[in-house]
C-alpha cells in the first residue's frame, strides 16, 4: 500500500528527535501528510525541514522548495535561508542522506543482511521478490 509518514524507514530518526526538539514531525510530497501543509502542521515558529534522501537532486533542489512556497523558481531563483513569514521561520537544509558516513550505514546494512542469510537469496527469490532480471547481466 502507499507509504505513510509514520512508516517510513525514517521513523527512527523521528523518535529520536522528538526528544531533542519541540516538535517532530514527518510529511511527504505527495501523500498526507503533505510537506506543503507545514504552515499547518506545527505552530512552531522556527521550523527546520530535512529533506530524507540519499542524496541532494531534483525534489530536494527544485520540488520541495516550490512546495514549501519558499521559491517559484528555485532553479532560477533560489530561496531564502531562513525563509520568514508572518513572524516565522522556515530553515530548509540539505537531503540527510549527502552525510559523508551515509555509505558506510548502508554497507553495515548489506552485511547484516548477508550474515542473516547465509550469504544472500537465490536466484528464485529474487525474481520471486520481483526482479525481472534471470539472466547474468544484471
Request: hydrophobic letters at 35%; a negative charge.
Amino acid at each position: 500500500g502507499p507509504w505513510r509518514a509514520d512508516q517510513t524507514c525514517a521513523l527512527p530518526i523521528y523518535q529520536r528527535a522528538m526528544g531533542l526538539y519541540a516538535d517532530c514531525q514527518g510529511s511527504l510530497m505527495e501523500q498526507k501528510p503533505f510537506i506543503a501543509d507545514w504552515r499547518t502542521l506545527t505552530d512552531r515558529p522556527d521550523v527546520v525541514v530535512v529533506p530524507f534522501f540519499i542524496s541532494d537532486g531534483l525534489h530536494s533542489f527544485e520540488d520541495i522548495p516550490v512546495l514549501l512556497g519558499i521559491s517559484e523558481n528555485p532553479k532560477r531563483d533560489g530561496y531564502p535561508v531562513p525563509f520568514e513569514e508572518n513572524d516565522r521561520r522556515l530553515w530548509y537544509a540539505t537531503a540527510i542522506g549527502t552525510e559523508a558516513h551515509i555509505v558506510d550505514v548502508i554497507l553495515a546494512q548489506v552485511e547484516q543482511f548477508d550474515r542473516e542469510h547465509s550469504g544472500g537469496i537465490t536466484e528464485e527469490e529474487w525474481i520471486a521478490a520481483g526482479s525481472s532480471c534471470g539472466d547474468e547481466t544484471c
